[in-house]
């Protein structure tokens, strides 16, 4: 409404206005212009993502070189290259990396991607800061169900798919309980936390209560599950996690458009065209299906899910299109070097990588709730 | 051009309490209607349900002859564009891409030049170009509601419901919102339903008037001229008022009596 001065009747500024909303194509100039500063403003997603990527071979390469066996830095990507190519020159060493090192660092990085993608639909369908798959005790459904499994020991009749399925069925209680929580009226995203929390800690509860029936092995197993590792992970693990945590970012990325819908709120979402309380139920089952594919093998590992999606936010936006895929890569980045901070802060002693991520979790979660007014709170 | 009727429409949110009660009437020209009335009468309940957003407890709604029981949200949203009185988002995206979410029915994944354009031109026209690359959040309340009449606007669609759209701006841009959506809708042939509580803004711009009496039905509908009078005032609002002409149309000046009926002045519930 810039030359109001120059002519001060309404009318003549608002037909001249609508005029150019009618015609097809108004200012080809100036729409190639603000095109080519859109792409420019999506290419630094693009940036942001592959220099995460670059983290994580440099993080992999010192996270297979760190160890009490010594191969340097270089030597481990030319050993995991040559083991790839099927041209392995050193059978100790390729054991060592290939069978021993990386299986705990791909699941590092299945797992960061897996909890991190859930952390972002939660907080996205729930429209909650706070959400993510630990805060709101899906982890620990997951958990419980996971150990219900082992101390049964459905493990040796139907291997780790059985813990998997247990895990999932378990977790969809919680998520049960959260959309029935969402759906009350006046309950602020605290609430649902706080909700989530309780459920957390009666899990939990039941989790140490089946404890008491373990054997000794699966005891030492449940406990370093409590406290979410990376530990103790080999290669049979990978496939049923990758599988379940990379089929659940693909359906997730699919549906990405329709969570920007549905962040704008339920009655603007169906006005657009999408059921808000379909796609919530659909997205949140597809979460509890990565987490339990998750925690299954990890354990407890917290926030993950809360942390990544706030930090890719800073760099890129809400836009969930590029949240999504960004969260899996930053999560992914940020799991492996939190595990390898663990390994070597206080080596020769092993601090599990649920500790590190608890210790940079816990005040991010804090600030959070404290800064209540701010831009993440809306 | 779309033509929308109401059947004797009634809804309930509970048994006990009726919202709207044996609404009928039907929109079949292009144009600005504005739907007026007290706090609580049922405006909003009853652009929700031609929108969908309700279904109705009795009663039927049509867009062109198709009744929109028979619709899935998906085509109501084809044809309808909603705007709420109040919108949020809770992870701030910038402007652009706030009304960019307009365009998810008409968008495959991939934002194109048509889409941006678009965009931009809304932007323009609801002057909001300086403010593309800020995020929602850091916006005023005035401007919320212009980034969301601007999604709105982005969906291209025949219908255009807004609720309220110009409680939160400043005189200069009502007159301006009002004066857009008159000439668009005459001009482009598009029908754009409003909720308004400013009875001079409706008086002036609206093509037809809907007023919305307690208990939730539907008073009278007809042009500016035809239905702000006096007796209409009194009647739906209780309480005096003088028309005159200013400009052609009517405008109403408020008097400081209550009507005739000391107990006309029911608060009623806040919708």
Known sequence: MEDYEADPRISRIVSHKVTRWLSEDADLEQQEESFLDYKRYVARKWVFMAICVVVIVMVMGFAVT??????????????????????????????????????RVVVGIVAGAGLS????????????????????????????????????????????????????????????????????KNASPTTMIMAGIAIMYIFNAFTTVMMLWADESTLAEVYQWQVGTLAGTTWNEVPVMIVAVLAGIIAVQLLSRKLNVLA???????????????????????????????????????????????????????????????????????????????????????????????????????????????RVWG | MTKIDLNHVSFKYNASTPVLKDVTFSMDHPGLYCIIGPNGVGKSTLVKCINKLLEPTEGDITIDGRSIKDMTIKEVADYVAFVPANSFDCFSMPVIDTILIGRHNKQKWRTTAK??????????????????????????????????????????????????????????????????????????????????????????????????????????????????????????????????????????????????????LDWGEES
């Open chain 2, 115 to 264: 889409d941006l354009n678009i965009v931009h031109k809304a932007m323009d026209m609801l002057d909001l170009g300086s403010l593309a690359m800020h995020g929602f959040n850091e916006l005023s309340a005035g401007q919320h509601q212009r980034v969301a009449l601007a999604r709105g606007l982005v969906q291209e669609t025949p219908v255009l419901i807004l609720d309220e759209p110009t409680a939160n701006l400043d005189v200069k841009h009502q007159v301006y919102v009002a004066e857009m959506l008159r000439d668009l809708s005459t001009r482009s042939g598009i029908t754009v339903i409003m909720i308004c509580h400013d009875l001079n803004i409706a008086a002036r711009y609206a093509h037809q008037i809907i007023v919305m009496a307690p208990p939730g039905v539907v008073d009278c509908v007809g042009t500016p001229d035809e239905v702000i009078t006096e007796d209409v005032i009194r009647r739906i609002y209780g309480i005096d008022c003088e028309i005159v002409t200013f400009e052609n149309s009517p405008h109403v000046i408020l008097k400081s009596t209550f009507g005739a009926d000391e107990d006309a």
């Open chain 1, 66 to 103: 760190y160890g009490t066996y010594d191969i340097g830095f270089l030597e481990s990507y030319q050993i995991i290259w040559d083991h790839l190519t099927d041209n392995i020159t050193n059978t100790t060493k390729d054991h060592i990396i290939v069978n021993l090192r990386m299986p």
């Open chain 1, 264 to 374: 704008t709120g339920d009655e603007t979402a169906r006005a657009l065209g999408v059921d808000a309380s379909k796609m919530r139920i659909i997205l949140l089952v597809i979460v509890a299906l990565m987490s339990a594919a998750v925690v299954s093998f990890t354990g407890l590992i917290g926030f993950v899910g809360l942390v990544t999606p706030h930090i890719v936010r800073i760099f890129i936006g809400a836009d969930n299109r590029y949240l999504i895929p960004a969260s899996a890569i930053a999560g992914s980045a940020l799991l492996v070097t939190a595990d390898l901070l663990g390994r070597a802060i206080l080596s020769p002693v092993v601090l599990q990588v649920g500790v590190v991520m608890a210790f940079i979790g816990g005040p991010m979660f804090l600030w959070l709730l404290m800064r209540k007014n701010s």
């Open chain 1, 117 to 184: 993608v859930a952390g972002a639909v939660m907080q996205s369908t729930l429209m909650n800061p706070l959400a993510d798959s630990y805060t709101t005790g899906v982890s620990s459904g997951a958990s419980f169900g996971a150990t219900l499994a082992m101390t049964l020991g459905m493990t040796a009749a139907a291997g780790s798919q059985a813990i998997v399925i247990n895990a999932f069925l378990f977790a969809l209680i919680p998520t049960a309980m959260i959309i029935s929580v969402s759906k009350m």
